[in-house]
């Protein structure tokens, strides 16, 4: 936790110190909008998407369409 009491992630992933896991919205950011929560948690899915596939030797997913 930081200094407000809020959970410390990598910014690019949402993924925690445990790298089992993943936070976003109001206790990364302290209570901003839905949106932001929402774009954070599309963070951490496609971050979490990428550590299975590359575990169970898949092929980790390439860039998102424009526009999603």
């Known amino acids: 936790l930081d200094a407000r009491g809020r959970v410390v992630v990598d910014p690019a992933t949402h993924r925690t ?3 089992k896991v993943y936070s976003g919205g109001d206790c990364v ?3 901003k909008e839905v ?3 929402v774009a954070e ?3 951490a899915a496609r971050a979490m998407h990428e550590a299975m596939m590359t575990r169970a030797g898949g092929a980790a997913p390439g ?3 424009q526009g999603s």
Do not use: F
């Open 17 to 19: 110190g445990n790298p």
């Open 41 to 43: 948690a599309k963070i």
């Open 35 to 37: 949106v932001n929560a």
């Open 63 to 65: 860039p998102a369409p």
């Open 29 to 31: 950011n302290g209570g």
